[in-house]
């Protein structure tokens, strides 16, 4: 697997455990129904592990991507300037980024197979 597959994901399931604590944070000083969507963690740093899990994690992410969004549309709430909920909304952040990067290594890698295949 290529090296910047491996570091992507590497970097990606170190901001998923950060967004697990920040989210335990926020779960533990606001009501149930402010606490944000979980992320599932990728069990590893390889490419079997991301192909199986990545539309669900993918599907998640865009949940916490939502409810960032919510959070930010209120005009006065605590939540809002809460640390651990910008410390939740600066890991979703690097969440989105990441999984765009991946995303793209995905595409990349996936032409690269199926034209390898062609000859």
């Known amino acids: 697997m290529e090296t910047r597959l ?4 590497g970097s990606f399931i170190g901001v998923t455990a950060d967004y697990a604590l920040a989210r335990l944070e926020l779960a533990y000083r606001y009501p149930p129904r402010l606490v944000p969507p ?3 963690r990728l069990s ?3 490419e079997e592990s991301l192909r199986e899990n990545w539309s669900a994690v993918e599907a998640q992410l865009e949940g916490a991507i939502r ?3 919510q959070i930010e549309a209120l005009s006065s709430t605590p939540i809002r300037s809460d640390a651990a909920f910008g410390w939740l909304e600066r ?3 690097e969440l989105d980024q990441y999984a765009r990067a991946l995303r793209w290594v995905l595409t ?12």
Do not use: F, H, P, W
Request: charge should be negative; include cysteine; glycine fraction near 8%.
């Open 91 to 93: 890991c979703v952040r």
């Open 67 to 69: 409810y960032v969004k």
């Open 38 to 40: 979980m992320i599932d």
């Open 44 to 46: 590893d740093a390889s």
């Open 6 to 9: 491996v570091q992507l994901l």
């Open 108 to 119: 990349v890698t996936e032409r690269e197979n199926s034209e390898g295949e062609g000859i």
